[in-house]
């Protein structure tokens, strides 16, 4: 049993948020005056922020941290209860008095001795307090802090009520309970509505199977998405926002809506490459992924999804990214995205695309499942198991819309509910397969930013339109620079010096490094109580290349004229250019400070910003039991008629982007079960 803040707590956590984001003396306010860069800004604005109290937004921060899993809400109440007294404070502070009494200068120096700490949990502690802190403030559509940085913190002109999408698409009817329940049975079940679950229910339904698509969140029709971080994270998230390592080192996200990932994705569109291919073909003995049909099916997801490089505009970000690229000679390329080629300025897609242009399972799979083949669709409701009888899959049980348990009937079910999500399922369901859950891979990565003399607008234009290759297996591209996620990943050194930072923004190019691991995993930890969260570790050789990627960022940032550059290592000052000094790569000062970021490391104690995108291959196909969950059909070695599709499946990581490649792998498998029925129908 969870227990809500008592009064006590919630003062604690008043008090960090006033050192994390605090008032300025007149004093402090001078030193902003002076190192802010001149704007068409407000003074008045500048002057609000400079005022403005994190604890003003105690309230929000209180329901961001009781929405965390109970195990976590509790840890961090008792260490709220421990901050309360002065005995228990001089434990984690060293002052033997209650952490609301003390000044906001002890309290920072607090924090600070926490990210500075040979203690990892008390360096888990500033981590904690500082991303979840500044994450919660920034999303705040009314954010005092956004006038003074130039940003909006929502897409203005595509949340007009009267807003008319440029490709607009007709409503997808959802069942309700009493349609259900009229139903009898359906001939296939398709638990996920992302990449694999999305493509497998279109292939089934055009083969004529009568399919039913049970999706765990909710449906929004492009009319319906909410463009700010605060609400579009709390809607189209599972768990409504990043999960964390069980360990806290590391976080990835997986979505839950209508449409999955595809739905909340930056519309990237990579084809898997060759060496992938052939290390699942000859490696794990996967002949599909060295075949011609592999091609043929990925071209079939390219024209089903529109993915090409047309219509691409760079944003300045991008600009920025691919002329420092080329400067020092690192491949840089456009990046494919699935908008048919329609030109799409708009950094908000994360959050869904209100102009339906990103071609999403929703408007495009799932589209065709329906208006074609009359497939249904069931959202807001969660299976919690396969019905299993007689070792073949005859059915699932579900939660219908968080009320009505119901046991819904068909002659096979497809698990598409994602890495995190599907080995769950199949252990509740009674599977015991040793690989359900393990083999965890995702692209391990890390951020680098840079801070210029002109501004970027990050948060504006075209999102993820470039990439560029330091290696292989080594990718640099540019997020969009929204500032509940931005901030949330990056150090924080001080009151002052994390204003200073805020006020910044429109100058600041982020860049995000992602890798394909050769020897890191990990696993995804499933309770009953259907919390999931994972560990992974990453190897001395991947950690090693991730170092080395940091390095090229960094080169890649000042190569393309940036003042400032500074990483995600906590105990790594951030390398200043004066203002009368040129910004070269060869500068020696540059050279020593790049040897520092070198020896401090990546991964290490004391870093924060590790993410690992694209969580995959924790249900892998495999030759034999012993190698994987499922067949290289995708059934499962255990249950007949149960399968599944999606990233689950990858024997290994892609290197890239997922999405294309789930795609294609849900066509093999909906080609697998159509030749089955049409086996037995013989």
């Excluded at 120096?109 to 040979?118: D, E």
């Excluded at 024209?303 to 020092?328: F, P």
């Excluded at 200043?576 to 040129?582: L, R």
């Amino acid at each position: 049993m969870v227990a809500e803040f008592t009064e006590s707590q919630i003062k604690v956590l008043a008090a960090v948020a006033d050192t994390i984001v605090p008032p300025l003396t007149e004093q402090e306010e001078s030193v902003i005056a002076e190192s802010h860069p001149v704007t068409a800004i407000r003074v008045a604005d500048v002057s609000n922020y400079t005022k403005y109290s994190g604890s003003s937004d105690i309230s929000r921060i209180v329901a961001n941290i009781s929405g965390f899993p109970p195990d976590a809400k509790n840890s961090i109440q008792g260490i709220l209860d421990t901050l309360s007294t002065a005995d228990g404070a001089f434990e984690l502070t060293g002052h033997r008095k209650e952490f609301t009494s003390l000044t906001r200068a002890e309290r920072e120096n607090v924090l600070l001795s926490w990210k500075s700490s040979a203690s990892p949990p008390l360096v888990g502690l500033y981590r904690l307090f500082t991303s979840a802190f500044l994450g919660t403030i920034y999303n705040n559509v009314n954010c005092p802090a956004y006038p003074a940085m130039g940003y909006e913190g929502l897409d203005s002109i595509r949340s007009k009520p009267d807003y008319q999408a440029t490709n607009p698409t007709e409503h997808l009817p959802m069942l309700s309970f009493k349609e259900l329940s009229q139903i009898q049975r359906f001939d296939a079940i398709v638990v996920g509505s992302g990449s694999g679950g999305g493509v497998c229910a279109a292939e089934l339904a055009a083969a004529g199977q009568s399919l039913l698509v049970i999706e765990k969140g909710a449906y929004y029709h492009e009319t319906e998405f909410k463009l700010n971080e605060e609400e579009g994270n709390s809607r189209l998230l599972d768990t409504g926002g990043p999960i964390m390592s069980e360990d806290g080192s590391m976080v990835t996200s997986a979505a839950s809506t209508l449409g999955g990932g595809t739905t909340v994705n930056y519309a990237a569109s990579f084809k898997p490459p060759h060496d992938v291919r052939e290390k699942w073909g000859k490696t794990y003995g996967l002949s599909y992924f060295v075949s011609p049909q592999f091609a043929i099916d990925l071209e079939r997801v390219y024209k089903r999804i529109g993915a090409t490089t047309e219509g691409i505009k760079h944003n300045k970000a991008n600009q920025l990214l691919i002329s420092g690229c080329q400067k020092l000679g690192y491949d840089v390329h456009d990046v494919p995205k699935n908008t048919s080629g329609r030109a799409h300025e708009c950094s908000w897609c994360p959050y869904g695309c209100r102009d339906a242009v990103k071609n999403s399972t929703t408007n495009t799979w799932l589209r065709d499942a329906h208006e074609k083949h009359n497939a249904k669709f069931l959202d807001r409701s969660q299976v919690t198991r396969v019905l299993i009888q007689d070792g073949k899959a005859i059915g699932v049980e579900c939660i219908v819309h968080g009320e009505n348990k119901a046991n819904i009937y068909a002659d096979r079910v497809v698990v598409s509910a994602g890495p995190l999500r599907t080995p769950g399922l199949l252990i509740n369901s009674g599977l015991t397969n040793e690989n359900i859950g393990r083999h965890l891979r995702v692209h391990p990565g890390t951020v680098a930013y840079g801070i210029f003399d002109e501004p970027i607008d990050p948060h504006k234009g075209s999102i993820v339109t470039a990439v560029g290759y330091c290696t292989d297996r080594i990718k640099i591209m540019v997020p969009p620079g929204h500032a509940g996620a931005f901030y949330s990943v990056l150090p924080w050194r001080g009151g002052v010096k994390h204003k200073q930072l805020v006020l910044k923004h429109r100058y600041i190019l982020p860049v995000m490094v992602i890798m394909s691991e050769k020897e890191s995993s990990g696993h995804v930890i499933s309770k009953p109580n259907g919390e999931v969260t994972f560990n992974y570790s990453i190897s001395k050789v991947d950690g090693d290349s991730l170092q080395q990627s940091l390095d090229d960022a960094i080169q890649i940032l000042c190569a393309a004229g940036a003042r400032e550059i500074h990483t995600a290592q906590l105990g790594i000052n951030p390398f200043v250019f004066s203002k009368d000094e040129e910004i070269r790569n060869d500068n020696s000062r540059f050279t020593s400070w790049r040897e520092e970021v070198k020896q401090y490391g990546l991964p290490g104690h004391g870093v924060t910003g590790n993410y690992g995108p694209h969580p995959m291959s924790t249900c892998r196909f495999g030759v034999s039991p012993e190698s994987g969950v499922t067949k290289p059909s995708g059934e499962t070695w255990e249950v007949k008629n149960l399968y599944v599709a999606d990233a689950s499946l990858f024997p290994s990581s892609t290197g890239t982007n997922p999405m294309v490649t789930t795609e294609a792998v849900a066509i093999h498998v909906a080609s697998n079960i159509i030749d089955d029925i049409k086996l037995r129908s013989l």
